[in-house]
């Protein structure tokens, strides 16, 4: 096929290789986000979270509190409340006993102790390198949130980050994640939003965007299937995935 630019000169360019610029353009406009959770996502903190309130209910004889946690994941702290609550009774001191764990949890993991799952600053610096924006919309709160981040060396990484204390509604809504697209001027559908929570992929199915699950301590469920975009074991397959996506 021939093409006369406005030079006169005749340039030849094969339709195939003008229709893939084109489909690469669509595509790579399309990619606009990555929106990231960060407890299981970012840092290995789930499990971590857990021990420590193994051992707040080993000192003061909290029963199944396993099992409790596992409801709480990707939820943010009033949702949690409510669930303690209701678990073990509305006189249940959450305030005095969540202390105690953020204790035992700052004394085992502040400072940049606290674990990173593999591949994400690679992520990170290949999200930056090809002009991708980047959030953290997290059930936490934002300033430990930011300060884990920092810990960590990732904060400037993340031009956004959403706390579960600025959204009235938590996970499974979509608020967080509406709120993070809002903020980086995205739509929703056109970004992917990493959760390896059950909550999580729910709200990133309800925002509209494509949600990426990679299980942290719960499996993907038939339902959780259905929901996301696609099931990934590491955030080192999560680029390869995404660079297949974009064709780069």
């Not at 940049?112 to 799952?117: D, N, R, S, Y």
């Not at 997290?138 to 810990?151: F, H, W």
């Not at 956004?160 to 993070?180: H, L, N, Q, T």
Request: hydrophobic share 40%; glycine share 6%.
């Amino acid at each position: 096929q021939k093409i006369l630019p406005s030079d006169g000169i005749l340039n030849y360019v094969s339709v195939a290789a003008a229709r893939k610029a084109a489909a690469f353009l669509r595509r790579r406009k399309k990619m606009q986000a990555v929106i990231f959770d960060m407890d299981g996502v970012i840092f290995d903190s789930e499990a971590k979270g857990i021990e420590c309130w193994k051992e707040v209910a080993r000192r003061y004889g909290i029963q199944n509190i396993e099992n409790t946690c596992y409801r709480c994941l990707g939820v943010n702290e009033k949702a949690v409340v409510q669930i303690f609550k209701a678990t073990y009774g509305e006189t249940f001191d959450f305030e005095f006993y969540s202390e105690k764990e953020r204790e035992i949890f700052l004394s085992r993991y502040a400072g940049a102790k606290l674990p990173q799952k593999q591949g994400i600053k690679e992520l990170l610096q290949w999200l930056k390198d090809n002009g991708i924006k980047t959030a953290v919309a997290s059930s936490t709160n934002r300033e430990t949130v930011k300060q884990e981040l920092a810990d960590g060396g990732l904060l400037d990484y993340f031009s956004v980050v959403i706390g579960g204390d600025m959204i009235e509604r938590s996970k499974p809504a979509p608020d967080i994640f509406m709120e993070a697209c809002r903020q980086l001027n995205v739509l929703p559908e056109d970004s992917f939003i990493i959760e390896d929570s059950y909550n999580g992929i729910r709200a990133a199915h309800a925002a509209g965007a494509k949600a990426i699950m990679v299980p942290d301590l719960l499996q993907p469920t038939e339902e959780i299937r259905e929901l996301v975009y696609s099931v990934q074991d590491s955030l080192v397959h999560v680029r390869k995935m995404l660079e297949q996506e974009i064709n780069f």
